[in-house]
């Protein structure tokens, strides 16, 4: 079964920072491309960040450039979210997904993990 | 940037049918797939490419383009679709994906 399991999310602080992991199994992460997307609550899916394969190729979106960063393990079979300066607006659960292509969308999904940033 | 829209909410009795429409731009070149949503789930993807069913779901639900709109389409509404669903694209101007903002799907 393929499987992706997010961890790493909690309560952080405005200005803190959360690492954020995804860990896969049932399939080779080395041969896709996955992203992150969020969810606040009560609200729709946004997402916030892709990278390819190897890593040499990462798109992330406004709300989040030059504070996220989307990185990878094949080895380990985990990809991962650096959050730094977080907002108070961060606040979601968090998803990472497998990126099957522009052709085929984002299949599976992980269950998520919940970033709450508050003083 | 590129924008896509979805309306809040649709409703429709037991048996009946379901149209959810996702509208843009030149949305017919966006590569638009469509995830299914239900509470405290993860997304699920019910349709890719506009009108491809993945393995596993039903041939109830089904999709397709016309024009600036694509339109997802649930036959025979059974009480388990209430659910968010979501259209989703790619803007290649932008080199970001973009979700809709999500449309309620209330079963009566």
């Known amino acids: 079964e393929e499987k992706l399991e997010e961890s790493g999310g909690g309560l952080a602080r405005p200005g803190g920072s959360l690492r954020l992991s995804c860990s896969v199994s049932g399939f080779s992460l080395s041969s896709y491309e996955m992203i992150w997307a969020r969810q606040a609550p009560g609200q729709g899916l946004e997402w916030i960040s892709y990278?390819?394969?190897?890593?040499?190729?990462?798109y992330s979106a406004d709300s989040v450039k030059g504070r996220f960063t989307i990185s990878r393990d094949n080895a380990k079979n985990s990809l991962y979210l650096q959050m730094n300066n977080l907002r108070v607006e961060d606040t979601a659960l968090y998803y990472c997904?497998?990126?099957?292509?522009?052709?085929?969308?984002?299949?599976?999904w992980g269950q998520g993990t919940l970033v709450i940033v508050s003083s | 940037s590129y924008h896509v829209t979805q309306p809040p909410s649709v409703s429709v009795a037991p048996g009946k049918t379901a149209t959810i429409n996702c509208g843009g731009n030149?949305?017919?070149?966006?590569?638009l797939h469509w995830y299914q949503q239900k509470p405290g789930r993860a997304p699920v993807l019910i349709i890719y490419s506009y009108k491809y069913r993945p393995s596993g779901i039903p041939e109830r639900f089904s999709g397709h383009v016309s024009g600036n709109t694509a339109t997802l389409t649930i036959s025979r509404v059974e009480a388990g679709d209430e659910a968010g669903y979501f259209c989703?694209?790619?803007?290649?101007?932008?080199?970001?994906?973009?979700f809709g903002p999500g449309t309620q799907l209330t079963v009566l």
């Open positions: 030149n949305i017919g070149t966006k590569y």
């Open positions: 997904a497998r990126d099957r292509g522009l052709r085929l969308g984002f299949d599976p």
């Open positions: 990278i390819t394969q190897t890593g040499e190729t990462i």
């Open positions: 989703q694209v790619w803007d290649s101007s932008s080199v970001h994906y973009l």
